[in-house]
C-alpha cells in the first residue's frame, strides 16, 4: 500500500505533533465546559481518536456519518445524513472534528442541523482546510491544523475509493493507481 504513494505531504510525527497543540488550545478553551465532541465519520476517525487523547477534560464523544451527492467528480451541494448522534444537544457546546473541509457544504449542513436542535455553542475543528476548494464562504473552521493544497489527497482518514484510510500519514497517490 506505501508503494502506491507518491509523496508524503504530513508525516506522522507532523499530525501527533499538531494534534498536540490543537489538544492543548481545545483544553484551555473547553476547560469548564465538559463539550460534546462529534467525529464526522468515517474520515475524521483517526484524527478524533488522537486528538482527544492530548484534551485533558471531560467531554463526551460521539459519532454521526452523513454522505455527498456527487454529480461526476463535483460535489452537487446536497447532503445526507446517514447515522445520526444519540446524544440530545440542547444546550451543549458542541465541537466537530472532521478530517478535511473542501466546499463547507458537509459542515454547512452539521452545523444547521445541531443549531435547530438547540446547541448552546458549535464549533469546528479539523485537521485539514482547503481554504481555495470553498463554496460555502460562511463556514470557517474554528481550529486548523494544515491549509493544504488544492489537491486530491489520501491517508489518516481520507480515501480513495474506500482505501488509505489507514495511512498513518497524509499524501498524493501516484498517477497510475487512478487508471488501475
Ligand atoms: P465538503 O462538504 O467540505 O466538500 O467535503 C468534505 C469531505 O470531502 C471530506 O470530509 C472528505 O471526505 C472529502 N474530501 C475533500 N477533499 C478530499 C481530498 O483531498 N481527499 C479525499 N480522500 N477526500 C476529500
Ligand atoms: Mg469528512
Ligand atoms: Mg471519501
Known amino acids: 500500500m506505501n508503494d502506491d504513494i507518491q509523496k508524503v505531504l504530513y508525516s506522522e510525527q507532523k499530525i501527533q ?44 464523544v460521539d459519532f454521526i456519518d452523513v454522505s455527498s451527492y456527487k454529480g461526476g467528480i463535483s460535489s452537487t451541494g446536497e447532503v445526507e445524513l ?32 445541531l443549531k435547530n436542535r438547540g446547541a448552546k455553542s458549535i464549533k469546528i475543528c479539523t485537521l485539514m482546510d482547503k ?19 488544492n489537491e486530491f489527497l489520501v491517508g489518516y482518514g ?3 475509493q474506500g482505501k488509505y484510510r489507514n495511512l498513518p500519514y497524509v499524501g498524493i497517490l501516484k498517477p497510475e493507481v487512478y487508471q488501475r
Do not use: H, W
Open 17 to 60: 505533533d499538531t494534534c498536540a497543540e490543537l489538544g492543548k488550545t481545545l483544553t484551555t478553551d473547553y476547560q469548564d465546559k465538559q463539550p460534546l465532541v462529534i467525529c464526522v465519520l468515517k474520515g475524521a476517525v483517526p484524527f478524533t481518536a488522537d486528538l482527544i487523547k492530548r484534551m485533558n477534560i471531560y467531554m463526551d
Open 158 to 160: 481520507l480515501d480513495y
Open 131 to 149: 481554504p481555495e476548494a470553498r463554496k460555502v464562504d460562511a463556514i470557517k473552521a474554528d481550529y486548523v491544523g494544515f491549509d493544504v493544497p
Open 82 to 113: 446517514v447515522k445520526d448522534i444519540d446524544t440530545d444537544v440542547s444546550g451543549r457546546d458542541v465541537l466537530f472534528i472532521d478530517d478535511i473541509i473542501d466546499t463547507g457544504n458537509t459542515l454547512e449542513y452539521l452545523k444547521d442541523l
